[in-house]
């Protein structure tokens, strides 16, 4: 049982780039997310889908594109990568959106932008 | 809006000894709070929440977490500490209502339990 799944670990990108991150949970939650952890700053929500078919942005939507693809998989893109969004970046996956629900984390995808 | 404040950022504690990791939070109505904690290179791992209730809440590894109205606080304490309790720990709040899916985060505290 895999949980939550995200591709890359790693990437390196230029200024001006995109990239697209995938994530995919084979729980059967109909919620996602997507957080950036940087130093001192926890975690802050970039998007999130409380079921298949909807998408919210979160605290820092700016510069970010999500696609709900079906209730098992929720990407995030970067369609012109700067160096403000060298980061590490989790994906997450709970029940339902709401309630007491708990978030189930993926390992996380270290980006860096030149 | 809602806000969570971990107002240390290390911790530093000898093995054997009782640790506490303090929170507090604010939130508009009542709270579901939670605590959980990331080892290095790793995603974040459920600790324990609380929801209603009893206002102290255990949850994995020994550790338990006291829920205080009043003070606002939600405090994760472990009675002994372990050098694999080194680790990176964050609180979580969310409100009972609306809202769907909008967990914030505190910033983390860095717990170091030393042998």
């Known amino acids: 049982n895999a949980g939550v799944t995200q591709t890359p670990k790693f990437q390196v990108l230029k200024t001006g780039q995109s990239m697209t991150l995938q994530c995919a949970q084979d729980?059967?939650?109909?919620?996602m997310y997507w957080y950036r952890q940087d130093p001192g700053m926890g975690l802050r929500l970039i998007y999130y889908?409380?079921?298949?078919?909807?998408?919210d942005k979160g605290e820092v939507p700016n510069g970010y594109n999500v696609s709900r693809l079906n209730k098992r998989e929720f990407s995030l893109r970067l369609e012109s990568a700067a160096p403000s969004q060298t980061s590490v970046y989790f994906c997450?996956?709970?029940?339902?959106?709401?309630?007491?629900?708990?978030?189930?984390f993926g390992a996380g995808s270290r980006l860096t932008v030149l | 809006a809602q806000s969570v404040a971990q107002p240390e950022d290390q911790v530093n504690v000898a093995e054997g000894n009782p640790l506490t990791v303090k929170c507090t939070y604010s939130?508009?109505?009542?709270?579901?709070l939670f605590w959980y904690v990331q080892y290095p290179n790793r995603g974040l791992q459920f600790l324990l929440k609380?929801?209603?209730?009893?206002?102290l809440v255990k949850g994995s590894y020994g550790f338990e977490a006291e829920f205080n109205k009043s003070q606002t606080s939600f405090h994760l304490k472990k009675p002994s500490a372990l050098v694999s309790d080194s680790a990176l720990y964050f609180c979580?709040?969310?409100?009972?209502?609306?809202?769907?899916?909008?967990?914030?985060f505190g910033d983390g505290t860095t717990l170091t339990v030393k042998p």
């Open positions: 609380y929801i209603t209730g009893d206002n």
């Open positions: 979580a709040v969310r409100r009972t209502w609306g809202n769907a899916g909008k967990s914030t």
């Open positions: 997450a996956s709970s029940e339902g959106g709401g309630g007491a629900n708990v978030l189930t």
């Open positions: 889908s409380a079921s298949e078919g909807t998408t």
């Open positions: 939130v508009s109505g009542n709270p579901y």
């Open positions: 729980m059967n939650h109909n919620s």
